[in-house]
Nanobody
Framework: QLHLVESGGGLVQPGGSLRLSCADSKATSLSFYTVKWYRQFPGEQRELVAGSGSGGSTDYAHFARDRFTISRDPAKKTVYLQMDNLKPEDTATYYC?????????WGQGTQVTVSP
């Protein structure tokens, strides 16, 4: 069973960048998992931001396609979400989810605030 931990959130000015990290607290490899990043605005459902398949495929929500990059570092057993050119409307809590064999594992989320 995974215990995912997200990190890297914070306050950034518009146009700035953040890199979010997602890893298992017990250092389990995520190589065999599909890992996805979601975000959630207050009072709304989580929405998909980007996904990374175990075979190397990636997919992005339309708003993320030109500004965000999902990647993996197998050595560090971490999945990243590089977010560039951040906008105030990107302000949200960001979550990672790992999926394998019908099981879904969520992290606790990390807050991203984009404000002058």
């Amino acid at each position: 069973q995974l215990h995912l931990v997200e990190s890297g959130g914070g306050l950034v000015q518009p146009g700035g960048s953040l890199r979010l990290s997602c890893a298992d607290s017990k250092a389990t490899s995520l190589s065999f998992y599909t890992v996805k990043w979601y975000r959630q605005f207050p009072g709304e459902q989580r929405e998909l931001v980007a996904g990374s398949g175990s075979g190397g495929s990636t997919d992005y929500a339309h708003f993320a396609r030109d500004r965000f990059t999902i990647s993996r570092d197998p050595a560090k057993k971490t999945v990243y979400l590089q977010m560039d050119n951040l906008k105030p409307e990107d302000t949200a809590t960001y979550y990672c989810k790992a999926v394998l064999g019908g099981f879904n594992y969520w992290g606790q989320g990390t807050q991203v605030t984009v404000s002058p």
